[in-house]
Protein backbone atom coordinates (compact mmCIF):
# COMPACT_ATOMS: atom_id res chain seq x y z
CA UNK A 1 0.00 0.00 0.00
CA UNK A 2 1.69 3.24 -1.07
CA UNK A 3 0.81 6.03 1.15
CA UNK A 4 2.05 9.59 1.65
CA UNK A 5 3.77 10.33 4.81
CA UNK A 6 0.33 12.52 5.94
CA UNK A 7 -1.61 9.28 5.18
CA UNK A 8 0.46 6.92 7.37
CA UNK A 9 0.38 10.02 10.39
CA UNK A 10 -3.16 9.41 10.27
CA UNK A 11 -3.10 5.61 9.85
CA UNK A 12 -0.78 5.47 12.91
CA UNK A 13 -3.44 7.13 14.67
CA UNK A 14 -6.65 5.09 14.01
CA UNK A 15 -7.68 4.19 17.06
CA UNK A 16 -8.51 0.64 15.89
CA UNK A 17 -4.93 -0.31 15.95
CA UNK A 18 -4.12 -2.68 17.95
CA UNK A 19 -2.49 -1.83 21.23
CA UNK A 20 0.51 -2.79 23.49
CA UNK A 21 -2.23 -4.56 25.78
CA UNK A 22 -2.50 -6.07 22.18
CA UNK A 23 0.86 -6.94 21.31
CA UNK A 24 1.61 -8.31 24.91
CA UNK A 25 -1.70 -10.72 25.31
CA UNK A 26 -0.61 -12.28 22.18
CA UNK A 27 3.13 -12.63 22.05
CA UNK A 28 3.69 -13.68 25.75
CA UNK A 29 1.85 -16.17 28.11
CA UNK A 30 1.40 -15.37 31.87
CA UNK A 31 1.83 -11.72 31.63
CA UNK A 32 1.45 -9.91 35.62
CA UNK A 33 1.53 -6.16 35.84
CA UNK A 34 3.17 -4.11 37.99
CA UNK A 35 2.60 -1.05 39.34
CA UNK A 36 4.18 2.16 40.58
CA UNK A 37 7.21 3.89 40.15
CA UNK A 38 8.34 3.76 44.09
CA UNK A 39 8.41 7.74 44.62
CA UNK A 40 5.20 8.69 43.72
CA UNK A 41 2.68 7.07 42.09
CA UNK A 42 0.97 4.66 38.89
CA UNK A 43 0.80 6.34 35.91
CA UNK A 44 -1.52 3.90 33.45
CA UNK A 45 -0.01 5.52 30.47
CA UNK A 46 2.53 3.05 30.37
CA UNK A 47 1.81 -0.42 30.99
CA UNK A 48 4.48 -3.35 32.48
CA UNK A 49 5.67 -6.23 33.80
CA UNK A 50 6.75 -10.15 33.60
CA UNK A 51 5.86 -12.65 31.00
CA UNK A 52 7.00 -15.75 29.51
CA UNK A 53 8.42 -15.52 25.48
CA UNK A 54 8.90 -19.34 24.72
CA UNK A 55 9.50 -19.84 28.23
CA UNK A 56 12.13 -17.20 28.52
CA UNK A 57 11.12 -15.08 31.79
CA UNK A 58 11.34 -11.26 30.11
CA UNK A 59 10.13 -7.99 31.31
CA UNK A 60 7.50 -6.05 28.61
CA UNK A 61 6.97 -2.47 29.19
CA UNK A 62 4.31 -0.45 27.00
CA UNK A 63 2.83 2.55 26.23
CA UNK A 64 -0.78 2.54 26.26
CA UNK A 65 -3.81 4.03 24.28
CA UNK A 66 -7.28 3.84 24.65
CA UNK A 67 -9.78 2.49 22.30
CA UNK A 68 -12.54 5.01 23.35
CA UNK A 69 -12.69 8.63 25.26
CA UNK A 70 -13.17 7.26 28.57
CA UNK A 71 -10.38 4.79 28.27
CA UNK A 72 -8.44 7.55 26.75
CA UNK A 73 -8.84 9.92 29.58
CA UNK A 74 -7.94 7.17 31.82
CA UNK A 75 -4.70 6.39 30.20
CA UNK A 76 -3.98 10.50 29.85
CA UNK A 77 -4.35 9.55 25.63
CA UNK A 78 -0.67 7.99 25.93
CA UNK A 79 1.44 11.17 27.54
CA UNK A 80 3.29 9.26 30.83
CA UNK A 81 4.01 11.50 33.01
CA UNK A 82 7.56 11.71 34.98
CA UNK A 83 6.38 8.61 37.26
CA UNK A 84 5.38 6.35 34.31
CA UNK A 85 9.09 6.51 33.01
CA UNK A 86 10.40 6.56 36.31
CA UNK A 87 7.81 2.80 36.91
CA UNK A 88 9.33 1.83 33.61
CA UNK A 89 13.10 2.14 34.96
CA UNK A 90 12.24 0.62 37.83
CA UNK A 91 11.37 -2.55 36.23
CA UNK A 92 13.94 -2.59 34.08
CA UNK A 93 16.40 -2.50 36.56
CA UNK A 94 14.47 -5.28 37.96
CA UNK A 95 15.12 -7.65 34.57
CA UNK A 96 19.15 -6.46 34.79
CA UNK A 97 19.19 -7.56 38.71
CA UNK A 98 17.38 -11.05 37.50
CA UNK A 99 18.82 -11.36 34.17
CA UNK A 100 15.64 -10.78 31.75
CA UNK A 101 15.42 -9.59 28.47
CA UNK A 102 13.56 -6.65 28.25
CA UNK A 103 10.77 -5.77 25.08
CA UNK A 104 9.22 -2.30 24.90
CA UNK A 105 6.07 -1.29 22.72
CA UNK A 106 6.45 2.78 21.80
CA UNK A 107 2.96 4.43 21.07
CA UNK A 108 2.74 7.66 22.37
CA UNK A 109 2.31 11.55 20.99
CA UNK A 110 4.76 12.50 23.41
CA UNK A 111 5.20 12.82 27.09
CA UNK A 112 2.66 14.72 28.70
CA UNK A 113 3.97 18.30 28.72
CA UNK A 114 1.55 19.44 32.54
CA UNK A 115 2.35 21.65 34.95
CA UNK A 116 2.30 18.84 37.34
CA UNK A 117 4.27 17.04 35.06
CA UNK A 118 7.15 19.40 34.94
CA UNK A 119 6.83 20.31 38.82
CA UNK A 120 7.99 15.99 39.43
CA UNK A 121 10.85 16.27 36.76
CA UNK A 122 9.66 15.29 33.61
CA UNK A 123 12.80 16.16 31.29
CA UNK A 124 15.33 14.43 34.03
CA UNK A 125 13.06 11.36 34.28
CA UNK A 126 13.40 10.99 30.52
CA UNK A 127 17.02 11.88 30.59
CA UNK A 128 18.01 9.06 33.39
CA UNK A 129 16.08 6.86 31.42
CA UNK A 130 18.09 7.27 28.28
CA UNK A 131 21.61 7.14 30.54
CA UNK A 132 20.32 3.96 31.86
CA UNK A 133 18.97 2.64 29.25
CA UNK A 134 22.74 2.80 27.10
CA UNK A 135 24.26 0.89 29.78
CA UNK A 136 21.63 -1.52 31.11
CA UNK A 137 23.25 -4.87 31.25
CA UNK A 138 20.21 -6.95 29.75
CA UNK A 139 18.86 -7.27 26.53
CA UNK A 140 16.43 -4.49 24.94
CA UNK A 141 14.38 -4.57 22.33
CA UNK A 142 11.76 -1.75 21.37
CA UNK A 143 9.09 -1.47 18.61
CA UNK A 144 7.18 1.41 17.56
CA UNK A 145 3.90 0.08 17.11
CA UNK A 146 2.03 3.25 15.81
CA UNK A 147 2.85 6.41 16.46
CA UNK A 148 6.36 7.80 18.41
CA UNK A 149 6.68 11.36 19.69
CA UNK A 150 9.30 13.20 20.90
CA UNK A 151 11.83 12.52 24.05
CA UNK A 152 8.31 10.60 25.17
CA UNK A 153 9.03 7.62 23.12
CA UNK A 154 12.93 7.80 23.19
CA UNK A 155 12.58 7.37 26.42
CA UNK A 156 11.58 3.80 25.93
CA UNK A 157 13.91 2.95 22.64
CA UNK A 158 17.54 3.28 23.88
CA UNK A 159 17.87 -0.84 22.71
CA UNK A 160 19.64 -2.97 20.98
CA UNK A 161 17.05 -3.45 17.89
CA UNK A 162 15.02 -1.09 17.33
CA UNK A 163 11.88 -2.08 15.03
CA UNK A 164 8.87 -0.39 13.18
CA UNK A 165 5.66 -1.27 12.10
CA UNK A 166 4.87 -0.95 8.13
CA UNK A 167 2.59 2.31 8.92
CA UNK A 168 4.40 3.76 12.05
CA UNK A 169 5.86 6.98 12.66
CA UNK A 170 8.40 7.92 14.74
CA UNK A 171 9.53 11.76 14.79
CA UNK A 172 11.10 14.51 16.93
CA UNK A 173 7.59 15.85 17.93
CA UNK A 174 3.76 16.17 16.05
CA UNK A 175 3.51 17.46 12.18
CA UNK A 176 1.47 19.95 13.84
CA UNK A 177 3.98 20.55 15.89
CA UNK A 178 6.77 21.17 13.88
CA UNK A 179 4.41 23.67 11.41
CA UNK A 180 3.64 25.03 13.90
CA UNK A 181 7.04 26.11 14.92
CA UNK A 182 8.65 25.96 11.59
CA UNK A 183 5.71 27.20 9.31
CA UNK A 184 4.19 29.60 11.56
CA UNK A 185 1.35 27.66 10.59
CA UNK A 186 -0.22 24.34 12.19
CA UNK A 187 -2.48 23.38 9.33
CA UNK A 188 0.68 23.03 7.24
CA UNK A 189 1.17 19.43 8.80
CA UNK A 190 1.12 17.67 6.23
CA UNK A 191 3.84 19.61 4.49
CA UNK A 192 5.59 19.09 7.86
CA UNK A 193 4.61 15.23 7.63
CA UNK A 194 6.74 15.03 4.10
CA UNK A 195 9.73 17.08 5.30
CA UNK A 196 10.13 15.29 9.02
CA UNK A 197 11.06 12.01 6.90
CA UNK A 198 9.30 10.48 9.94
CA UNK A 199 7.91 6.83 8.24
CA UNK A 200 9.64 3.43 8.70
CA UNK A 201 10.49 3.56 5.57
CA UNK A 202 13.00 6.65 5.93
CA UNK A 203 14.60 5.96 9.39
CA UNK A 204 15.38 2.25 8.25
CA UNK A 205 17.24 4.36 5.16
CA UNK A 206 18.78 6.62 7.87
CA UNK A 207 19.58 3.81 10.02
CA UNK A 208 17.89 5.20 12.35
CA UNK A 209 15.94 1.32 12.85
CA UNK A 210 16.96 -2.10 12.42
CA UNK A 211 13.85 -3.08 10.62
CA UNK A 212 10.44 -2.95 9.42
CA UNK A 213 7.38 -5.29 10.76
CA UNK A 214 4.97 -5.86 7.76
CA UNK A 215 1.57 -4.64 7.96
CA UNK A 216 -1.78 -6.68 6.25
CA UNK A 217 -3.11 -4.97 3.30
CA UNK A 218 -5.28 -1.61 4.56
CA UNK A 219 -2.98 -1.70 7.86
CA UNK A 220 -2.37 -3.21 11.41
CA UNK A 221 -6.21 -3.07 12.34
CA UNK A 222 -7.20 -5.42 9.65
CA UNK A 223 -5.41 -8.73 10.87
CA UNK A 224 -4.34 -8.32 14.81
CA UNK A 225 -2.92 -12.03 14.53
CA UNK A 226 -0.72 -10.97 11.36
CA UNK A 227 0.94 -8.41 12.46
CA UNK A 228 1.69 -9.47 16.09
CA UNK A 229 2.83 -12.43 14.59
CA UNK A 230 5.28 -10.98 12.75
CA UNK A 231 6.27 -8.89 15.55
CA UNK A 232 6.81 -12.16 17.53
CA UNK A 233 9.13 -13.47 15.11
CA UNK A 234 11.46 -10.56 15.05
CA UNK A 235 11.37 -10.85 19.12
CA UNK A 236 12.33 -14.23 18.85
CA UNK A 237 15.49 -14.59 16.26
CA UNK A 238 16.90 -11.42 17.83
CA UNK A 239 16.48 -12.45 21.32
CA UNK A 240 17.98 -15.54 20.79
CA UNK A 241 20.89 -13.89 19.10
CA UNK A 242 21.09 -10.93 21.90
CA UNK A 243 21.20 -13.68 25.01
CA UNK A 244 24.40 -15.08 23.66
CA UNK A 245 26.20 -12.22 23.24
CA UNK A 246 28.67 -11.41 26.00
CA UNK A 247 27.71 -8.41 28.11
CA UNK A 248 30.19 -6.79 27.33
CA UNK A 249 30.05 -6.49 23.91
CA UNK A 250 26.51 -6.12 23.82
CA UNK A 251 27.06 -3.11 25.63
CA UNK A 252 29.77 -1.93 23.22
CA UNK A 253 27.26 -2.77 20.01
CA UNK A 254 24.32 -0.51 21.45
CA UNK A 255 26.97 2.44 22.49
CA UNK A 256 28.23 2.50 18.66
CA UNK A 257 24.68 1.77 17.39
CA UNK A 258 23.59 4.90 19.27
CA UNK A 259 26.92 7.16 18.80
CA UNK A 260 26.59 6.58 15.02
CA UNK A 261 22.73 7.83 15.06
Known sequence: MDLTPWEKVKLARMPIRPTGIDYIERIFEGFIEL???????????????????????????AQQKGRNTKENIARNFSMPHPEGYRKALRLMKQAEKFKRPVVCFIDTPGAFCGIGAEERGQGEAIATNLAEMMMLKTPII???????????????GVADKV????????????????????????????????????????????GIID????????????DYEFVTGRTREIIEK???????????????KRYRKFRNI
Open 238 to 252: DLKELMLLPVDDMLK
Open 211 to 222: GIIPEPSGGAHN
Open 163 to 206: YMLEHAIYSILSPEGFASILYKDSAKAETAAKDMKLTAQDLYRF
Open 142 to 156: SVVISEGGSGGALAL
Open 35 to 61: HGDRLYGEDRAIIGGLAFFDDIPVTVI
